[in-house]
């Protein structure tokens, strides 16, 4: 088993780890997880952001960042992780991937131990460190989400990206699933609709999973998202007084509430451990 990411020295605590997931692309996970990192440093916080989706990862260009390396030089064993870390607003630092790298899709024990080491590096400096994975259910998303203290799974209200979001629950419940599983509602019209979503996810989990889901919420449909997208700025900055800001600075406040894990913190465990649970089917929704 790999080493947990588990801070040292007398102060030292082990950050709060959530990973943000989706099932479907294009439901604004990478902007969940940038504005969410924003609102947590602006309430004094040490937050980082690991951009998971190794090949693909766009947190930097979300950010207007041009980064000098990427994690593929750290999993290639060429810098380590301080050498990478780039710093954003407020403080926050990000752990920047690449893109276009298609060996690491699929991430060797090598790689996932030079991970490990890194996240070692910086962790006892954080309070929180935010995971923004691929979208959808390889394995390289699947280990990440398991080693991790809280998931939090992002869908919007369409019914493809539902449906796509139950498909990560129901994996991740056959997977050694966090004790925490989160739903955030992206892009919804008003609470109403936010509230049908959650309820659709939480009654088929319920009922073909026998398990629990926790509402993180949502953040409305405003148009203020997409100009700060196209600026390269964090929404909670750009136009703070916003609908969506609103959102992300309540979701910030119950993320804030997370309590650090007791005993090792983030643990990337590639699939070929012993300790790997294989994944079995869970009953189909109806």
Known sequence: ?????????????????????????????????????????????????????????????????????????????????????????????????????????????????????????????????????????????????????????????EPTAVVDAYAVIKVLTTSEAPSELGVLVNGARDQAEADLVFRQLEVAATRFLRRRLSSFGFVTDDPAVREAVIQQRAVVDLAPQSAASRCFRILAARVATLAPPDGPGLRLVPRQCPSAVPVTEAPQCA
């Open 1 to 157: 088993m790999m080493s947990p990411l588990r801070p040292t020295g007398r102060d030292a605590r082990t950050p709060v780890t959530l990973a943000v997931t989706s099932g479907k692309g294009g439901v604004g996970k990478t902007n969940v997880v940038v504005n969410l990192a924003v609102a947590l440093a602006r309430l004094h916080n040490r937050v980082a952001i690991l951009d998971a989706d190794f090949g693909l990862g766009n947190v930097d260009v979300l950010l207007g960042l041009a980064p000098a390396g990427h994690l593929g030089h750290v999993l290639a064993g060429e810098r380590s992780m301080r050498d990478i870390l780039v710093e954003g607003p407020h403080g926050v630092q990000i752990v920047p991937a690449t893109s276009g790298l298609r060996e690491l899709t699929a991430l060797t024990p090598r790689h996932w131990e030079r991970l490990n080491r890194g996240l070692r590096e910086i962790g006892d400096e954080l309070d929180f460190l935010l995971v923004d994975t691929g979208a959808g259910i390889s394995n390289n998303v699947i280990d990440t989400l398991r080693g991790t203290g809280c998931v939090l799974v992002v869908t919007s209200p």
